[in-house]
């Protein structure tokens, strides 16, 4: 069933107080789904060209362990490497061929790093742990059912709200500044 509603609350710009946080892109929770969503690109684009359709996965569970690091003006030296750790669930074998699960996940999270830090050298820097393992049968099964619907074993629901509020626009728009390519060089 779908349902689709509109609540009946005052704007947030006619409230005496509005409260926005902005984790900017080197926030671990931001640097989580980063990675976790670039792996699952690069899972469903494997799925889809071996296999021609996206099979069964969940890479929703990230971990990031900070590193350890001298830090210093202009520069620093990293002692300790960052531990990234990517958990979920995925069809790993088809047919009795292997899904490179692993090679797909480093591949992703180290160009995904090389695309956001200028100063993070993901061949140095992280060291990346894999823990996927093979979907209960169940949902195996539920995926391998050909039918025009996709089905699902759980509940989902999304909220949406637009536009920005003019203290959001400018929150959004700094941190965009502040991690310009012009302000950075």
Known sequence: M?????LNFPKVEALEVEIVERKGIGHPDTMC????????????????????????YNLDKALL????????F???????PILFTLVG???????NRRVPIEELYREAARAWIAGHFRHLDPEQHVHFQCVIRPGSADLVDLFQRATTTPLANDTSFGVGYAPLTRLERVVYETERFLNSEPLKA
């Open 89 to 95: 669930r995925a069809t790993l074998d088809v047919a």
């Open 65 to 72: 362990v900070g590193g350890r690091t001298i830090s210093r």
């Open 33 to 56: 789904d980063g990675i976790a969503e670039a792996t699952s690109v690069a899972l469903c684009r494997y799925y889809e060209r071996e296999f021609g359709r996206v099979l069964h």
């Open 74 to 80: 202009g520069g620093g030296e990293m002692l300790d």
């Open 2 to 6: 779908i349902v689709v509603d509109q």
